[in-house]
C-alpha cells in the first residue's frame, strides 16, 4: 500500500500497528478489546505524525471511522483522526471531488485531509 500512497503523492508514515488487525473480528463478542486495540492503532497512527488512516478494508474502515466516537469512550481519549478507504484516496488524486466520493458522510470528520490538500469545504 504505501508504493499506492506514493504513486498518488502521499506519504507513507510507519506505525507498529499498521499492519495489524483493526480488531474488528472481536467487535461482536468482545466489544471493549475491539475498541481497545483500534483505539491502541490510531493513537500510534497519530503519534507518528499520520494526517489519516489509509485502509483497504472496508471493515476495518467501519470500526476505525464510524466506531471512532465509541473506541475514544472506551479509551477515555479523544482521538478525531479521520479514516479513508483506499479507493477513496485515489479517486481524491485522480481529481474526484469529495462530495462525489460521499467523504462527507465519514463519522471522523475528513476536512483536515481536504484542507492539507487545499480541497476546502465546498470541493
Known amino acids: ?3 499506492v500512497f506514493r504513486a498518488v503523492g502521499a506519504t507513507p508514515v510507519y506505525y507498529r500497528g499498521r ?3 483493526c480488531g474488528w473480528p472481536l467487535s461482536s463478542y468482545a466489544t471493549t478489546q475491539s475498541f481497545q486495540m483500534a483505539g491502541g492503532h490510531i493513537q500510534e497512527a497519530i503519534a507518528a505524525g499520520a494526517d489519516c488512516i489509509v485502509t483497504p478494508c472496508p471493515l476495518c474502515h467501519l470500526n476505525l471511522d464510524s466506531r ?3 473506541v475514544e469512550q472506551v479509551i477515555g481519549k479523544k482521538l478525531g483522526l479521520p479514516v479513508l478507504h483506499l479507493p477513496q484516496l485515489v479517486a481524491l488524486a485522480l481529481g474526484i471531488s469529495p462530495k462525489q466520493l460521499g467523504l462527507d458522510r465519514h ?5 483536515p485531509v481536504l484542507q492539507k490538500l487545499h480541497l476546502g ?3
Do not use: G
Open 107 to 111: 463519522i471522523v470528520s475528513i476536512q
Open 19 to 21: 499492519t495489524q488487525c
Open 1 to 3: 500500500m504505501e508504493n
Open 68 to 70: 471512532q466516537p465509541e
Open 121 to 123: 469545504q465546498s470541493a
